[in-house]
């Protein structure tokens, strides 16, 4: 299959104009997902989720609707000016939460902020010795970051993270969402401890709840420039050619999400759908980046925090893909490098979460972050579904009441 795809990419003709870089996306459709329209599988909910549903829906878009009239569309804002006063005071070390460090992208990232000498980083991971391993291959010197326990796939675990790293007495100047789990080959849908299905419950709940908790933290920060950064990804968004591979992202009525997203009275997926392990990482990541953009209206101007989400580029080698059939692993990096030339390594992508987290010109709020051929970061569109107001609104919702915050 990937073998198929990746010589019909090659053969495609210059009339579709396809950008390179997003030609690998073309490896991961299922030639299967071309013949569904997952609008028309909606599963035989029961009519107690049904009308949850429905009500769910109308007192949210009640309520989004009067908290939009309040916030009247706040726009992305300017750089909080770090040579004020107060920022010149402080001189200590950022100190940065990264999930999932222990490998691939958010590996690079805490190896580029410590090697700056300017950043402790807290490698917030699920396998203590894994992560404790690779800070060392990767030459991250002992003072420059501490391993803690953080299993996002469980609520307790989240908890229990931010009550560790309370008692550690650390500031908390910025927090990065990183981690995640991609499913594609799954034939059934797998769950998180608390029962939602794990690559949404993974990638959006446990970032949510732990966003949400830690936000008391950030807010208590006296670092210049605070940020809460979500990584988001070109295959949620569905104004790319990338996104527009099947199955697409998409959310729906999120129907799923307001029954738990269980499989038993309710889908695993947001959008009440068949189970489908692609779909539902791209539905986790429009999440991810509707999530950045509700923090952003919520909280930027009371707080100058800055919420910003990003593309990193695609990095064919990391564990990432480490589910997908093993052809694909092996033509995946070869076919970025030598056909696409869309290739990005772990350690450029590094640089530039680093560069979001760290650099002084970054600090616009609300902000999808992208990068082209050169390098050169830019302000990249969302899709209009990553977009959507009343979505993030909602999701935010039904998101707090899962995780049990409402
Ligand atoms: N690779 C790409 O081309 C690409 C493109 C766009 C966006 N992204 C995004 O980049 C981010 C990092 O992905 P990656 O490519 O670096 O993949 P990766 O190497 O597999 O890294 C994912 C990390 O998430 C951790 N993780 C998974 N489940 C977890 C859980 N329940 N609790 C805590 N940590 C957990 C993994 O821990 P273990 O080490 O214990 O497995 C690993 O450290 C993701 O948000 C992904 O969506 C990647």
């Known amino acids: 299959m990937a073998l198929q795809s990746a010589a019909a990419a090659t053969l495609l003709p210059s009339a579709f104009s396809i950008p390179k870089e997003e030609m690998w996306y073309l490896l991961q459709s299922k030639s299967s997902a071309y013949l569904k329209n997952s609008t028309l599988l909606g599963i035989s909910l029961s009519d107690h989720v049904k009308a949850d549903s429905s009500s769910c829906s109308l007192r949210i878009k009640r ?24 920022a010149k005071k402080t001189l200590r070390k950022g100190s940065v939460v990264i999930t999932g460090a222990s490998s691939g992208l958010g590996l690079a990232t805490a190896k580029a902020l410590a090697e700056t000498g ?48 309370r008692r550690s007495g650390r500031p908390l100047d910025v927090l990065v969402c990183n981690a995640a789990v ?103 990541k429009v999440c991810n980046m509707l999530t950045m953009q509700e923090f952003h209206r919520r909280y930027h101007e009371e707080t100058g925090i800055t919420f910003a989400s990003l ?31 869309g290739f990005v390594s772990e350690e ?31 302000e990249n569109q969302l899709s209009q579904e990553a977009s959507d107001v009343e979505k993030a609104c909602k999701v935010w919702e039904l998101s707090e009441k899962l995780v049990g915050l409402a």
């Open 63 to 86: 309520d989004c609707n009067q908290r939009n009239l309040a916030i009247q569309a706040v726009a992305t804002t300017p750089a909080i000016n770090v040579s004020t006063p107060e």
């Open 118 to 165: 300017k950043w402790h980083v807290i490698m917030a991971c699920r396998d203590f010795l894994k992560a404790e391993r690779a800070a060392k291959s990767a030459g991250i010197a002992k003072d420059n970051y501490t391993v803690m326990h953080l299993d996002l796939a469980s609520l307790d675990s989240v908890r229990q993270f931010v009550d560790n790293f």
């Open 182 to 284: 991609y499913l594609p080959t799954a034939k059934e849908p797998t769950f998180t401890a608390d029962g939602f299905e794990l690559s949404v419950g993974t990638n959006h709940l446990g970032h949510f709840l732990l966003s949400r908790l830690m936000m008391e933290d950030l807010k208590q920060s006296d670092y210049p420039s605070k940020r809460l950064i979500i990584v988001g990804s070109i295959t949620g968004n569905t104004n790319t050619l990338a996104g527009n591979v099947p199955p697409k992202a998409y959310l729906g009525d999120m129907r799923g999400l307001v029954g738990g997203l269980n499989g038993l009275n309710s889908s695993a997926m947001v959008d009440g759908g068949e189970f489908d392990g692609a779909k539902a990482y791209k539905d986790s």
């Open 311 to 341: 593309y990193p580029g695609c990095i064919a080698t990391t564990g990432l893909f480490r589910e997908h059939i093993p052809l694909f692993r092996i033509l995946f990096p070869p076919f970025q490098k030598y056909i696409t030339k």
């Open 348 to 378: 450029e992508s590094g640089k530039r979460l680093a560069q979001v987290v760290s650099d002084p010109t970054l600090t616009k709020s609300g902000v999808y972050w992208s990068w082209n051929k050169d390098s050169a970061n830019f």
